[in-house]
């Protein structure tokens, strides 16, 4: 599962310049992560949307019907996902304090291996900007959410997701003690797990002085036990030239469930293996693990200690099996 925001996508005025690459870019992420799910924000164009998930053979998605420009969106597999409802979450919620993007939620029933399992998403684009009476509003909007979601959702499995623009261990407005989301970090019932991102120093907001992490997913209780740990990631998407330019100033961030077979044991230390082939010519594979999402420099040494080639640079990697070529 996926939240990203794609920075005023299809936008002819706003955003990266060229909307032809931007949705090149775009297709290239979706194909890079596979995900089963991905929960968008700032979709600006709809028609560049629709065309977006047309040209990918095993997508659908709609968008939110509300006034505002950038919008918030879902694209799914259709071989994974089956889309049971979706809409705009109005019941207890001001659209003032979402900034006229009120939750899009989506109701899936989600079939791995013959098992099926289903979840609600809520995907959002809180209101920006880092002073108190936008604190306010995204402390109001989070607050009317999570009333929603214990009176109306405590026995399902739920997912809460997208551009919180806000931290969750503090908050973009300084003159604050907590974040606005706090109120889910404190309850029992809640996980937020994209938290341990944000207190390893990721960001995924990339813009200059203001890399910050503030794209989250936070799941409920019901959903915990099928969430791999460690599986949290800010994308880097190094494969992408000048991707803040060219793309969006958001990397997505990405977290994966196991709804099938054995838990995943993750290791207890980083273990480096042997490579494969060897000897090799051309190209040989590097395997590693690591017990928790990190960032990773991969350097290769020649006998003589002289570093010939850099295969990650602060890279970020999932925790559990790795591997570089």
């Known amino acids: ?53 047309d040209s990918l053979d095993q997508f ?13 969106a879902f694209l799914f597999k259709t071989a994974v996902v089956d889309s049971l409802d979706s809409g705009l979450l109005f019941e207890g919620q001001d659209s003032f304090d979402w900034a006229g993007r009120l939750p899009l939620y989506f109701e899936v029933n989600a079939t791995v291996d013959g098992i099926t399992r289903r979840i609600l998403l809520y995907n959002v684009h809180a209101k ?59 309850d029992d019932a809640y996980y937020a797990t994209t938290e341990i991102l944000e207190e390893n120093g990721f960001a995924s907001y990339l813009a200059g ?22 599986a949290q990631r800010v994308e880097n998407p190094v494969y992408i030239e000048n991707f803040i330019n060219t793309t969006s100033d958001h990397a ?9 077979g054995e838990p995943v044991e993750l290791p207890t230390e980083i273990v480096v293996e042997p490579n494969y082939p060897n000897p090799f010519n051309p ?5 590693f693990s690591l017990p928790e999402s990190s960032s990773v420099t991969i350097e290769v040494y020649d006998v003589l200690g002289r570093k010939v080639a850099t295969l990650a640079d602060q890279q970020n990697f999932p925790a559990g099996e790795n591997e570089v070529e």
């Open 1 to 53: 599962v996926v939240t990203w925001n794609v920075e005023w996508f299809g936008a002819e005025n706003n955003g990266p310049a060229d909307n032809d690459l931007q949705m090149n870019n775009v297709i290239r992420v979706i194909e890079e992560i596979d995900a089963d799910i991905y929960a968008f924000q700032e979709v600006s164009d709809q028609v560049a949307f629709y065309g977006l998930a």
């Open 60 to 72: 659908r998605g709609f968008t939110a019907t509300f006034g505002q420009t950038q919008k918030t």
């Open 128 to 186: 920006a900007f880092g002073d108190q009476p936008s604190y306010n509003r995204r402390l109001n909007a989070a607050r009317s959410l999570k009333d929603y979601l214990d009176q109306n959702n405590s026995s399902d499995r739920v997912i809460f997701l997208g551009d919180f623009n806000d931290q969750l261990t503090t908050s973009t407005y300084t003159g604050a003690d907590e974040s606005p989301y706090s109120m889910y970090l404190e």
């Open 209 to 230: 002085d203001f890399r910050s992490m503030i794209d989250h997913i936070v799941i409920n209780d019901n959903l915990t036990e099928y969430h791999i740990e460690g």
């Open 252 to 260: 997505p961030v990405w977290t994966r469930f196991q709804f099938t």
């Open 283 to 287: 190209s040989t594979i590097i395997p």
